[in-house]
Protein backbone atom coordinates (compact mmCIF):
# COMPACT_ATOMS: atom_id res chain seq x y z
CA UNK A 1 0.00 0.00 0.00
CA UNK A 2 1.04 3.44 -1.22
CA UNK A 3 1.03 6.91 0.76
CA UNK A 4 -1.99 7.77 2.44
CA UNK A 5 -1.94 10.35 -0.08
CA UNK A 6 -2.65 7.70 -3.14
CA UNK A 7 -5.73 6.60 -1.65
CA UNK A 8 -9.38 7.77 -2.21
CA UNK A 9 -10.92 10.38 -0.61
CA UNK A 10 -13.91 9.69 0.68
CA UNK A 11 -15.34 13.14 0.46
CA UNK A 12 -14.98 13.40 -3.04
CA UNK A 13 -17.69 12.49 -5.63
CA UNK A 14 -15.15 10.68 -8.16
CA UNK A 15 -14.66 8.01 -5.65
CA UNK A 16 -17.88 6.65 -5.87
CA UNK A 17 -17.57 5.96 -9.03
CA UNK A 18 -16.07 2.38 -8.01
CA UNK A 19 -19.78 2.27 -6.78
CA UNK A 20 -20.91 0.15 -9.94
CA UNK A 21 -24.46 -1.42 -9.05
CA UNK A 22 -25.63 1.38 -6.66
CA UNK A 23 -25.00 0.33 -3.06
CA UNK A 24 -24.83 3.67 -1.74
CA UNK A 25 -27.97 4.38 -3.00
CA UNK A 26 -29.38 1.34 -1.28
CA UNK A 27 -28.11 2.03 1.61
CA UNK A 28 -29.52 5.35 1.96
CA UNK A 29 -32.59 4.19 1.16
CA UNK A 30 -32.82 0.90 3.43
CA UNK A 31 -34.66 2.06 6.27
CA UNK A 32 -38.66 1.48 4.81
CA UNK A 33 -37.20 -0.38 1.62
CA UNK A 34 -38.37 -3.99 2.14
CA UNK A 35 -41.02 -5.75 0.40
CA UNK A 36 -44.67 -5.32 2.21
CA UNK A 37 -46.25 -8.56 3.02
CA UNK A 38 -50.25 -8.41 1.73
CA UNK A 39 -53.43 -10.45 3.58
CA UNK A 40 -53.16 -12.03 6.89
CA UNK A 41 -51.52 -14.80 7.70
CA UNK A 42 -52.74 -16.93 10.51
CA UNK A 43 -50.81 -17.03 14.00
CA UNK A 44 -48.97 -19.10 15.24
CA UNK A 45 -45.47 -18.23 13.64
CA UNK A 46 -42.91 -20.03 12.98
CA UNK A 47 -39.49 -19.00 11.25
CA UNK A 48 -36.87 -20.50 9.83
CA UNK A 49 -33.73 -18.84 7.70
CA UNK A 50 -31.06 -20.19 5.30
CA UNK A 51 -28.22 -18.98 3.55
CA UNK A 52 -28.56 -14.99 3.17
CA UNK A 53 -32.15 -15.48 5.47
CA UNK A 54 -30.16 -16.77 8.67
CA UNK A 55 -29.73 -13.60 10.96
CA UNK A 56 -33.29 -12.66 10.27
CA UNK A 57 -34.29 -15.97 11.73
CA UNK A 58 -32.03 -16.29 14.34
CA UNK A 59 -32.83 -12.22 15.68
CA UNK A 60 -36.66 -13.51 15.62
CA UNK A 61 -36.11 -16.83 17.77
CA UNK A 62 -36.59 -14.81 20.68
CA UNK A 63 -39.93 -13.90 19.37
CA UNK A 64 -41.21 -17.01 17.39
CA UNK A 65 -39.33 -20.32 18.77
CA UNK A 66 -40.94 -22.35 16.79
CA UNK A 67 -39.15 -23.07 13.33
CA UNK A 68 -42.11 -24.94 11.82
CA UNK A 69 -45.43 -23.96 13.17
CA UNK A 70 -48.97 -24.85 12.70
CA UNK A 71 -50.21 -20.90 11.15
CA UNK A 72 -47.67 -19.37 8.71
CA UNK A 73 -44.13 -20.57 8.89
CA UNK A 74 -41.67 -18.03 7.26
CA UNK A 75 -38.91 -19.52 5.20
CA UNK A 76 -36.11 -16.78 4.10
CA UNK A 77 -34.66 -19.14 2.13
CA UNK A 78 -31.82 -16.51 0.48
CA UNK A 79 -31.41 -18.60 -3.00
CA UNK A 80 -28.55 -21.05 -2.62
CA UNK A 81 -30.55 -24.22 -0.99
CA UNK A 82 -28.38 -26.74 -2.39
CA UNK A 83 -31.18 -29.18 -1.95
CA UNK A 84 -31.82 -28.41 1.88
CA UNK A 85 -34.93 -26.11 1.09
CA UNK A 86 -37.17 -28.70 -0.91
CA UNK A 87 -37.14 -30.90 2.48
CA UNK A 88 -37.54 -28.25 4.51
CA UNK A 89 -40.62 -27.11 2.24
CA UNK A 90 -42.01 -30.29 2.26
CA UNK A 91 -41.91 -30.67 6.10
CA UNK A 92 -43.81 -26.89 6.25
CA UNK A 93 -45.95 -27.36 4.38
CA UNK A 94 -47.31 -30.43 6.29
CA UNK A 95 -47.14 -28.77 9.33
CA UNK A 96 -48.58 -25.14 8.69
CA UNK A 97 -51.55 -23.49 7.44
CA UNK A 98 -49.12 -21.26 4.88
CA UNK A 99 -46.21 -21.33 4.13
CA UNK A 100 -44.04 -18.37 2.96
CA UNK A 101 -41.29 -18.56 1.16
CA UNK A 102 -39.25 -15.28 0.37
CA UNK A 103 -35.87 -15.06 -1.49
CA UNK A 104 -34.71 -15.32 -4.78
CA UNK A 105 -34.50 -18.94 -5.63
CA UNK A 106 -37.55 -20.16 -8.16
CA UNK A 107 -39.37 -21.14 -4.92
CA UNK A 108 -39.41 -17.82 -3.45
CA UNK A 109 -43.05 -15.96 -3.40
CA UNK A 110 -42.17 -13.39 -2.04
CA UNK A 111 -38.73 -11.61 -4.14
CA UNK A 112 -35.92 -10.74 -2.01
CA UNK A 113 -32.93 -10.46 -4.33
CA UNK A 114 -29.78 -11.00 -3.12
CA UNK A 115 -27.51 -8.59 -0.74
CA UNK A 116 -25.64 -8.03 1.49
CA UNK A 117 -28.64 -6.09 3.09
CA UNK A 118 -30.86 -8.54 2.92
CA UNK A 119 -31.07 -8.95 6.89
CA UNK A 120 -32.58 -6.02 7.03
CA UNK A 121 -35.41 -6.98 4.41
CA UNK A 122 -36.25 -10.30 5.71
CA UNK A 123 -36.60 -9.13 9.28
CA UNK A 124 -38.91 -6.27 8.38
CA UNK A 125 -41.17 -8.36 6.44
CA UNK A 126 -42.00 -10.85 8.75
CA UNK A 127 -42.23 -7.79 12.22
CA UNK A 128 -45.07 -6.57 9.55
CA UNK A 129 -46.86 -10.01 8.88
CA UNK A 130 -47.12 -11.18 12.43
CA UNK A 131 -48.32 -8.19 14.46
CA UNK A 132 -44.76 -6.92 15.09
CA UNK A 133 -45.00 -3.27 13.18
CA UNK A 134 -43.98 -1.32 16.01
CA UNK A 135 -40.94 -3.24 16.69
CA UNK A 136 -40.18 -2.80 12.91
CA UNK A 137 -40.95 1.30 13.52
CA UNK A 138 -37.99 1.52 16.00
CA UNK A 139 -35.68 -0.26 13.69
CA UNK A 140 -36.34 1.99 11.16
CA UNK A 141 -36.19 5.14 12.98
CA UNK A 142 -33.09 3.48 14.95
CA UNK A 143 -31.20 2.96 11.01
CA UNK A 144 -32.90 6.58 10.17
CA UNK A 145 -30.84 8.21 13.06
CA UNK A 146 -28.21 6.49 11.94
CA UNK A 147 -28.17 7.40 8.77
CA UNK A 148 -28.03 11.13 8.91
CA UNK A 149 -24.63 10.65 10.45
CA UNK A 150 -23.23 8.07 8.09
CA UNK A 151 -24.58 8.74 4.53
CA UNK A 152 -21.62 9.92 2.22
CA UNK A 153 -22.66 14.15 2.42
CA UNK A 154 -21.61 13.79 5.90
CA UNK A 155 -18.13 14.74 5.61
CA UNK A 156 -15.21 12.54 6.98
CA UNK A 157 -14.37 13.97 10.81
CA UNK A 158 -18.21 13.83 11.26
CA UNK A 159 -18.73 11.12 9.72
CA UNK A 160 -18.19 7.93 11.95
CA UNK A 161 -18.70 5.47 8.92
CA UNK A 162 -15.43 7.02 7.47
CA UNK A 163 -13.51 7.14 10.06
CA UNK A 164 -14.49 3.67 11.17
CA UNK A 165 -13.48 2.42 7.44
CA UNK A 166 -9.83 4.37 7.61
CA UNK A 167 -9.77 2.88 11.31
CA UNK A 168 -9.99 -0.48 9.58
CA UNK A 169 -7.88 -0.17 6.54
CA UNK A 170 -5.16 -2.71 6.22
CA UNK A 171 -6.28 -4.30 9.46
CA UNK A 172 -7.89 -7.40 10.93
CA UNK A 173 -11.20 -6.97 12.60
CA UNK A 174 -11.69 -9.01 15.47
CA UNK A 175 -16.00 -8.34 16.15
CA UNK A 176 -16.33 -8.26 20.62
CA UNK A 177 -19.88 -8.43 21.29
CA UNK A 178 -22.01 -9.72 24.25
CA UNK A 179 -24.94 -11.94 25.25
CA UNK A 180 -27.38 -9.16 24.32
CA UNK A 181 -26.25 -9.40 20.77
CA UNK A 182 -26.07 -13.34 20.26
CA UNK A 183 -25.29 -14.09 16.38
CA UNK A 184 -24.27 -9.81 16.08
CA UNK A 185 -20.30 -10.65 15.37
CA UNK A 186 -21.16 -13.06 13.01
CA UNK A 187 -23.37 -10.54 11.19
CA UNK A 188 -21.03 -8.29 11.51
CA UNK A 189 -18.11 -11.09 9.99
CA UNK A 190 -20.85 -11.53 6.99
CA UNK A 191 -21.29 -8.43 5.83
CA UNK A 192 -17.98 -6.66 6.15
CA UNK A 193 -17.08 -9.56 3.76
CA UNK A 194 -19.98 -8.87 1.21
CA UNK A 195 -19.15 -5.36 1.17
CA UNK A 196 -15.62 -4.58 2.06
CA UNK A 197 -14.63 -8.17 0.19
CA UNK A 198 -12.27 -8.29 3.60
CA UNK A 199 -12.00 -11.06 5.98
CA UNK A 200 -12.46 -10.87 9.68
CA UNK A 201 -12.93 -12.72 13.22
CA UNK A 202 -15.80 -13.82 15.09
CA UNK A 203 -15.53 -15.54 17.70
CA UNK A 204 -16.91 -18.29 19.16
CA UNK A 205 -19.41 -18.85 22.11
CA UNK A 206 -17.24 -19.52 24.69
CA UNK A 207 -15.77 -15.93 23.49
CA UNK A 208 -13.26 -15.06 27.17
CA UNK A 209 -11.73 -17.67 26.48
CA UNK A 210 -10.76 -17.47 23.38
CA UNK A 211 -9.71 -13.83 23.31
CA UNK A 212 -7.68 -14.60 25.74
CA UNK A 213 -5.74 -17.71 24.33
CA UNK A 214 -5.89 -17.40 20.40
CA UNK A 215 -3.43 -14.56 20.86
CA UNK A 216 -0.63 -16.26 22.92
CA UNK A 217 1.68 -18.00 20.74
CA UNK A 218 2.62 -15.18 17.47
CA UNK A 219 2.67 -11.89 18.49
CA UNK A 220 4.09 -11.03 14.93
CA UNK A 221 0.85 -11.27 12.85
CA UNK A 222 1.09 -10.44 9.70
CA UNK A 223 -2.14 -7.87 9.26
CA UNK A 224 -2.63 -5.97 12.46
CA UNK A 225 -5.24 -6.84 14.52
CA UNK A 226 -8.37 -4.44 15.55
CA UNK A 227 -10.92 -5.31 18.16
CA UNK A 228 -13.91 -3.66 17.35
CA UNK A 229 -16.01 -3.38 20.53
CA UNK A 230 -20.13 -3.23 20.21
CA UNK A 231 -21.89 -3.35 23.73
CA UNK A 232 -20.92 -2.65 27.40
CA UNK A 233 -22.07 -5.29 29.29
CA UNK A 234 -19.62 -7.72 31.53
CA UNK A 235 -18.48 -10.29 28.91
CA UNK A 236 -17.95 -7.30 26.59
CA UNK A 237 -16.10 -5.08 29.03
CA UNK A 238 -13.84 -8.09 30.04
CA UNK A 239 -13.02 -9.11 26.67
CA UNK A 240 -12.07 -5.30 26.10
CA UNK A 241 -9.35 -5.50 29.38
CA UNK A 242 -7.99 -9.00 27.99
CA UNK A 243 -7.78 -7.46 24.48
CA UNK A 244 -6.19 -3.99 25.19
CA UNK A 245 -2.88 -5.55 25.42
CA UNK A 246 -3.34 -7.93 22.95
CA UNK A 247 -4.07 -6.14 20.02
CA UNK A 248 -2.99 -2.98 17.59
CA UNK A 249 -5.96 -1.16 18.74
CA UNK A 250 -9.92 -1.04 19.91
CA UNK A 251 -12.27 1.12 17.67
CA UNK A 252 -15.45 1.49 20.17
CA UNK A 253 -18.84 1.43 19.02
CA UNK A 254 -20.84 4.45 20.67
CA UNK A 255 -24.20 3.36 21.17
CA UNK A 256 -26.99 3.40 18.48
CA UNK A 257 -30.05 5.28 19.58
CA UNK A 258 -32.26 2.82 19.90
CA UNK A 259 -34.64 1.18 22.38
CA UNK A 260 -34.38 -2.93 22.62
CA UNK A 261 -31.48 -5.71 21.20
CA UNK A 262 -33.32 -5.74 17.86
CA UNK A 263 -32.97 -2.15 16.71
CA UNK A 264 -29.90 -1.92 18.91
CA UNK A 265 -28.50 -4.81 16.42
CA UNK A 266 -30.02 -3.63 13.31
CA UNK A 267 -28.42 0.18 14.02
CA UNK A 268 -24.54 -1.90 14.41
CA UNK A 269 -25.13 -3.67 11.69
CA UNK A 270 -26.13 -0.47 9.54
CA UNK A 271 -23.18 1.09 10.75
CA UNK A 272 -20.90 -1.76 10.00
CA UNK A 273 -22.37 -2.06 6.39
CA UNK A 274 -21.38 2.13 5.85
CA UNK A 275 -18.25 1.28 6.78
CA UNK A 276 -17.75 -1.61 4.49
CA UNK A 277 -18.88 0.53 1.90
CA UNK A 278 -16.00 3.38 2.88
CA UNK A 279 -13.43 0.95 2.68
CA UNK A 280 -14.19 -1.25 -0.19
CA UNK A 281 -14.22 2.76 -2.15
CA UNK A 282 -10.39 2.64 -0.44
CA UNK A 283 -9.55 -0.30 -1.89
CA UNK A 284 -10.86 0.44 -5.14
CA UNK A 285 -13.36 -2.29 -4.66
CA UNK A 286 -16.94 -2.29 -5.92
CA UNK A 287 -18.95 -2.59 -2.85
CA UNK A 288 -21.69 -4.43 -4.50
CA UNK A 289 -21.37 -8.24 -4.72
CA UNK A 290 -23.56 -9.33 -7.80
CA UNK A 291 -20.21 -10.15 -10.32
CA UNK A 292 -18.47 -11.95 -7.14
CA UNK A 293 -20.86 -13.93 -6.18
CA UNK A 294 -22.09 -14.78 -10.41
CA UNK A 295 -19.72 -17.88 -9.51
CA UNK A 296 -21.55 -19.12 -7.17
CA UNK A 297 -24.96 -19.13 -8.86
CA UNK A 298 -23.39 -20.91 -11.62
CA UNK A 299 -22.06 -23.51 -8.99
CA UNK A 300 -25.35 -23.53 -7.16
CA UNK A 301 -27.92 -24.19 -9.97
CA UNK B 1 10.59 -17.07 12.30
CA UNK B 2 14.20 -19.17 12.05
CA UNK B 3 15.12 -22.06 9.73
CA UNK B 4 12.92 -25.03 9.30
CA UNK B 5 16.09 -26.89 11.27
CA UNK B 6 15.47 -24.40 14.46
CA UNK B 7 12.39 -25.96 15.23
CA UNK B 8 11.59 -28.88 17.65
CA UNK B 9 11.14 -31.99 16.50
CA UNK B 10 8.48 -33.93 16.99
CA UNK B 11 9.53 -37.40 17.22
CA UNK B 12 12.24 -35.82 20.36
CA UNK B 13 11.36 -36.55 23.56
CA UNK B 14 12.68 -33.25 25.19
CA UNK B 15 10.60 -31.20 23.28
CA UNK B 16 7.86 -32.64 25.05
CA UNK B 17 9.32 -30.99 28.02
CA UNK B 18 7.24 -27.73 26.96
CA UNK B 19 3.99 -29.27 28.24
CA UNK B 20 4.30 -28.39 31.52
CA UNK B 21 0.66 -28.94 32.69
CA UNK B 22 0.80 -32.71 30.86
CA UNK B 23 -1.95 -32.36 28.17
CA UNK B 24 -0.61 -34.57 26.04
CA UNK B 25 -1.22 -37.27 28.52
CA UNK B 26 -4.81 -36.31 29.07
CA UNK B 27 -5.21 -36.37 24.99
CA UNK B 28 -4.14 -39.96 25.25
CA UNK B 29 -6.65 -40.86 28.41
CA UNK B 30 -9.11 -38.81 26.87
CA UNK B 31 -11.32 -41.44 25.12
CA UNK B 32 -13.43 -42.93 28.38
CA UNK B 33 -12.17 -40.04 30.93
CA UNK B 34 -15.52 -38.53 32.00
CA UNK B 35 -17.19 -38.00 35.33
CA UNK B 36 -19.84 -41.02 35.53
CA UNK B 37 -23.48 -40.02 36.46
CA UNK B 38 -24.89 -41.29 39.63
CA UNK B 39 -28.60 -42.72 40.19
CA UNK B 40 -31.23 -42.13 37.68
CA UNK B 41 -32.42 -38.88 36.20
CA UNK B 42 -36.05 -38.24 35.65
CA UNK B 43 -37.10 -37.80 32.10
CA UNK B 44 -38.03 -35.53 29.95
CA UNK B 45 -34.43 -33.92 29.49
CA UNK B 46 -32.86 -30.38 28.82
CA UNK B 47 -29.84 -29.31 27.90
CA UNK B 48 -28.59 -25.97 28.42
CA UNK B 49 -24.15 -25.19 27.38
CA UNK B 50 -22.36 -21.79 29.05
CA UNK B 51 -18.83 -20.76 28.38
CA UNK B 52 -17.02 -24.39 27.81
CA UNK B 53 -20.53 -26.24 27.70
CA UNK B 54 -21.39 -24.55 24.64
CA UNK B 55 -20.42 -26.90 22.07
CA UNK B 56 -21.81 -30.05 24.00
CA UNK B 57 -25.11 -28.52 24.62
CA UNK B 58 -25.28 -27.66 20.60
CA UNK B 59 -23.96 -31.21 19.96
CA UNK B 60 -27.11 -33.11 22.10
CA UNK B 61 -29.39 -30.36 21.05
CA UNK B 62 -30.76 -32.73 18.29
CA UNK B 63 -31.44 -35.03 21.12
CA UNK B 64 -32.84 -33.03 23.35
CA UNK B 65 -34.34 -29.75 21.64
CA UNK B 66 -35.27 -28.16 25.29
CA UNK B 67 -33.01 -26.11 27.36
CA UNK B 68 -35.25 -26.63 30.22
CA UNK B 69 -37.40 -29.54 30.86
CA UNK B 70 -39.79 -30.97 33.27
CA UNK B 71 -37.82 -34.11 34.39
CA UNK B 72 -33.96 -33.45 34.63
CA UNK B 73 -32.12 -30.25 32.90
CA UNK B 74 -28.15 -30.57 32.53
CA UNK B 75 -26.40 -27.37 32.87
CA UNK B 76 -23.06 -27.66 31.26
CA UNK B 77 -22.01 -24.10 33.40
CA UNK B 78 -18.00 -24.13 32.81
CA UNK B 79 -16.91 -21.39 35.20
CA UNK B 80 -17.55 -18.31 33.71
CA UNK B 81 -20.86 -17.99 34.30
CA UNK B 82 -20.69 -13.29 34.85
CA UNK B 83 -24.00 -13.78 36.38
CA UNK B 84 -25.70 -15.51 33.75
CA UNK B 85 -25.91 -18.74 35.69
CA UNK B 86 -27.95 -17.32 38.63
CA UNK B 87 -30.92 -16.48 36.74
CA UNK B 88 -30.48 -19.32 34.46
CA UNK B 89 -30.34 -21.76 37.69
CA UNK B 90 -33.36 -19.92 39.19
CA UNK B 91 -35.36 -20.35 35.84
CA UNK B 92 -34.20 -24.39 35.92
CA UNK B 93 -35.28 -25.43 39.28
CA UNK B 94 -38.71 -23.71 38.81
CA UNK B 95 -39.13 -26.24 35.42
CA UNK B 96 -37.55 -29.22 36.50
CA UNK B 97 -37.75 -31.81 39.28
CA UNK B 98 -34.08 -32.39 38.84
CA UNK B 99 -31.17 -29.93 37.92
CA UNK B 100 -27.65 -31.05 37.19
CA UNK B 101 -25.20 -28.83 37.32
CA UNK B 102 -21.44 -29.63 35.68
CA UNK B 103 -18.48 -27.03 35.18
CA UNK B 104 -15.76 -26.07 38.08
CA UNK B 105 -17.70 -23.08 39.11
CA UNK B 106 -18.86 -23.18 42.96
CA UNK B 107 -22.36 -24.08 41.87
CA UNK B 108 -21.08 -27.28 40.43
CA UNK B 109 -22.47 -30.70 41.62
CA UNK B 110 -20.23 -32.60 38.94
CA UNK B 111 -16.78 -31.22 38.92
CA UNK B 112 -15.52 -30.94 35.37
CA UNK B 113 -12.30 -28.73 35.71
CA UNK B 114 -11.80 -26.32 32.63
CA UNK B 115 -9.79 -27.78 29.98
CA UNK B 116 -9.79 -27.76 26.40
CA UNK B 117 -10.82 -31.36 26.41
CA UNK B 118 -14.50 -30.52 28.36
CA UNK B 119 -16.95 -30.74 25.18
CA UNK B 120 -16.02 -34.62 25.20
CA UNK B 121 -16.33 -34.83 29.16
CA UNK B 122 -19.79 -32.85 29.41
CA UNK B 123 -21.32 -34.93 25.96
CA UNK B 124 -20.07 -38.22 27.33
CA UNK B 125 -21.85 -37.82 30.68
CA UNK B 126 -24.98 -36.43 29.39
CA UNK B 127 -25.21 -39.16 27.27
CA UNK B 128 -24.23 -41.90 29.56
CA UNK B 129 -27.36 -40.00 32.15
CA UNK B 130 -30.12 -39.96 29.62
CA UNK B 131 -29.88 -43.95 28.26
CA UNK B 132 -27.69 -42.93 25.10
CA UNK B 133 -24.70 -45.10 26.57
CA UNK B 134 -24.85 -47.08 23.29
CA UNK B 135 -23.89 -43.33 21.45
CA UNK B 136 -20.96 -42.68 23.91
CA UNK B 137 -19.59 -46.28 23.15
CA UNK B 138 -19.41 -45.01 19.48
CA UNK B 139 -17.71 -42.07 20.31
CA UNK B 140 -15.16 -43.76 22.04
CA UNK B 141 -14.43 -46.22 19.35
CA UNK B 142 -14.21 -43.00 17.33
CA UNK B 143 -11.64 -41.40 18.86
CA UNK B 144 -9.77 -44.91 20.59
CA UNK B 145 -9.46 -45.07 16.69
CA UNK B 146 -8.35 -41.74 16.15
CA UNK B 147 -5.50 -42.08 18.96
CA UNK B 148 -3.66 -44.90 17.33
CA UNK B 149 -2.64 -42.67 14.43
CA UNK B 150 -2.38 -39.37 16.35
CA UNK B 151 -0.21 -40.00 20.16
CA UNK B 152 2.99 -38.94 20.35
CA UNK B 153 4.27 -42.35 19.63
CA UNK B 154 3.16 -42.88 16.00
CA UNK B 155 6.79 -41.23 14.53
CA UNK B 156 6.00 -37.94 11.72
CA UNK B 157 5.17 -39.70 8.71
CA UNK B 158 2.33 -41.99 9.55
CA UNK B 159 1.15 -39.14 12.02
CA UNK B 160 -1.59 -37.33 10.34
CA UNK B 161 -1.64 -34.69 13.14
CA UNK B 162 1.93 -34.06 13.48
CA UNK B 163 1.97 -33.44 9.47
CA UNK B 164 -0.92 -31.09 10.12
CA UNK B 165 0.77 -28.99 12.57
CA UNK B 166 3.44 -28.86 10.31
CA UNK B 167 0.94 -27.79 7.12
CA UNK B 168 -1.14 -24.74 10.11
CA UNK B 169 3.02 -23.51 10.82
CA UNK B 170 2.79 -19.83 10.65
CA UNK B 171 -0.58 -19.98 8.67
CA UNK B 172 -4.15 -18.93 9.69
CA UNK B 173 -6.62 -21.87 9.23
CA UNK B 174 -10.33 -21.39 7.62
CA UNK B 175 -12.40 -24.15 8.56
CA UNK B 176 -14.38 -25.65 6.30
CA UNK B 177 -16.91 -27.56 7.27
CA UNK B 178 -21.13 -28.58 5.74
CA UNK B 179 -24.33 -28.80 7.58
CA UNK B 180 -24.08 -31.99 8.77
CA UNK B 181 -21.74 -30.60 11.42
CA UNK B 182 -23.51 -26.77 12.18
CA UNK B 183 -21.41 -26.26 14.97
CA UNK B 184 -17.58 -27.73 14.26
CA UNK B 185 -16.05 -24.58 12.62
CA UNK B 186 -16.75 -22.71 15.77
CA UNK B 187 -15.36 -26.15 18.23
CA UNK B 188 -12.14 -26.45 16.05
CA UNK B 189 -11.83 -22.32 16.38
CA UNK B 190 -12.11 -22.53 19.98
CA UNK B 191 -9.55 -26.04 20.53
CA UNK B 192 -7.31 -24.69 17.84
CA UNK B 193 -6.80 -21.30 19.97
CA UNK B 194 -6.97 -23.14 23.85
CA UNK B 195 -4.32 -25.72 22.57
CA UNK B 196 -1.82 -23.81 19.79
CA UNK B 197 -2.35 -20.67 21.12
CA UNK B 198 -3.75 -19.27 17.86
CA UNK B 199 -6.17 -17.46 15.59
CA UNK B 200 -8.45 -19.12 13.36
CA UNK B 201 -11.04 -18.20 11.13
CA UNK B 202 -14.84 -19.65 11.72
CA UNK B 203 -17.15 -18.50 8.90
CA UNK B 204 -20.81 -17.16 9.49
CA UNK B 205 -23.54 -19.21 8.88
CA UNK B 206 -24.24 -18.08 5.10
CA UNK B 207 -20.23 -19.75 4.70
CA UNK B 208 -20.48 -19.82 0.78
CA UNK B 209 -20.97 -16.43 0.18
CA UNK B 210 -18.36 -15.34 2.83
CA UNK B 211 -15.95 -17.43 1.28
CA UNK B 212 -16.58 -16.17 -1.96
CA UNK B 213 -16.65 -12.39 -0.93
CA UNK B 214 -14.29 -12.70 1.96
CA UNK B 215 -10.41 -13.09 -0.14
CA UNK B 216 -11.33 -10.22 -2.90
CA UNK B 217 -10.20 -7.49 -1.65
CA UNK B 218 -6.84 -7.81 -0.01
CA UNK B 219 -4.98 -10.84 -2.14
CA UNK B 220 -1.48 -10.57 -0.02
CA UNK B 221 -2.53 -11.16 3.55
CA UNK B 222 0.11 -11.14 6.02
CA UNK B 223 -0.57 -14.66 7.33
CA UNK B 224 -1.41 -17.30 4.27
CA UNK B 225 -4.64 -18.80 4.83
CA UNK B 226 -5.31 -22.43 4.68
CA UNK B 227 -8.83 -23.78 4.54
CA UNK B 228 -8.63 -26.75 6.41
CA UNK B 229 -11.57 -29.33 4.99
CA UNK B 230 -13.86 -31.87 6.71
CA UNK B 231 -16.73 -33.55 5.24
CA UNK B 232 -17.61 -34.10 1.93
CA UNK B 233 -21.41 -33.10 1.08
CA UNK B 234 -22.31 -30.42 -1.85
CA UNK B 235 -22.01 -27.41 0.46
CA UNK B 236 -18.22 -28.61 1.19
CA UNK B 237 -17.02 -29.46 -2.27
CA UNK B 238 -18.69 -25.75 -3.29
CA UNK B 239 -16.48 -24.17 -0.85
CA UNK B 240 -13.43 -25.95 -1.56
CA UNK B 241 -14.08 -25.36 -5.34
CA UNK B 242 -14.51 -21.53 -4.60
CA UNK B 243 -11.64 -21.34 -1.73
CA UNK B 244 -8.61 -23.77 -4.16
CA UNK B 245 -7.97 -20.20 -6.19
CA UNK B 246 -8.35 -18.28 -2.89
CA UNK B 247 -6.23 -19.67 0.06
CA UNK B 248 -2.39 -20.87 0.08
CA UNK B 249 -3.51 -24.61 0.12
CA UNK B 250 -6.12 -26.86 0.89
CA UNK B 251 -5.99 -29.20 4.01
CA UNK B 252 -8.32 -32.34 3.14
CA UNK B 253 -9.14 -33.96 6.90
CA UNK B 254 -9.62 -37.87 5.93
CA UNK B 255 -13.27 -38.75 6.80
CA UNK B 256 -12.65 -40.17 10.38
CA UNK B 257 -14.02 -44.25 11.08
CA UNK B 258 -16.59 -43.39 13.26
CA UNK B 259 -20.89 -44.22 12.19
CA UNK B 260 -23.09 -40.97 12.64
CA UNK B 261 -22.70 -37.24 13.26
CA UNK B 262 -21.60 -36.81 16.84
CA UNK B 263 -19.08 -39.47 16.86
CA UNK B 264 -17.93 -37.71 13.51
CA UNK B 265 -17.13 -34.40 14.96
CA UNK B 266 -15.61 -35.38 18.16
CA UNK B 267 -12.92 -37.74 15.72
CA UNK B 268 -12.47 -34.68 13.70
CA UNK B 269 -12.64 -32.27 17.00
CA UNK B 270 -9.87 -34.45 18.22
CA UNK B 271 -7.57 -35.12 15.45
CA UNK B 272 -7.54 -31.48 15.43
CA UNK B 273 -6.93 -31.13 19.12
CA UNK B 274 -3.85 -33.55 18.76
CA UNK B 275 -2.61 -31.12 15.68
CA UNK B 276 -3.26 -28.01 17.89
CA UNK B 277 -0.71 -29.94 20.58
CA UNK B 278 1.75 -30.23 18.37
CA UNK B 279 1.85 -27.25 16.78
CA UNK B 280 1.74 -25.70 20.54
CA UNK B 281 5.31 -27.45 21.08
CA UNK B 282 6.93 -26.42 17.25
CA UNK B 283 5.93 -22.83 18.55
CA UNK B 284 7.82 -23.55 21.90
CA UNK B 285 4.31 -23.21 23.99
CA UNK B 286 3.05 -24.76 26.39
CA UNK B 287 -0.08 -26.59 25.49
CA UNK B 288 -2.51 -26.39 28.11
CA UNK B 289 -4.14 -23.25 29.25
CA UNK B 290 -4.12 -23.27 32.63
CA UNK B 291 -1.80 -20.18 33.25
CA UNK B 292 -2.61 -18.12 30.45
CA UNK B 293 -6.31 -19.01 31.84
CA UNK B 294 -5.22 -17.26 35.51
CA UNK B 295 -5.92 -14.06 34.81
CA UNK B 296 -9.65 -14.78 33.59
CA UNK B 297 -10.39 -16.36 36.51
CA UNK B 298 -9.36 -13.79 38.30
CA UNK B 299 -11.26 -11.43 36.07
CA UNK B 300 -14.01 -13.28 36.63
CA UNK B 301 -14.43 -13.68 40.43
Wanted: charged fraction near 25%.
Amino acid sequence: MGAMSALPGLDDLATYRADKGRLGRALEALPGDFPRPEGAFPAPYGVVGLGEGWWAAELLRPRFPDTLAPGTTFVLAGGYGLGRLAGLLAAARETSRRVVVLGFGPEAEVPVPSSPLTPYRYLRYVLEATGEAELGAEVDRALSRERERLAPHQKSPENPAKLLAWGLLERIPLWVTGPRHPFLAQALQQVFARIAKSLSIAPPPAALEFFITALEARHEQGDPLVGVVAGDDEEVRLAREVLATRVDFLEELAPPEAQGPVPEALAYWYRLAWAAYYLALLYRQDPGDHQVLARLREAAE
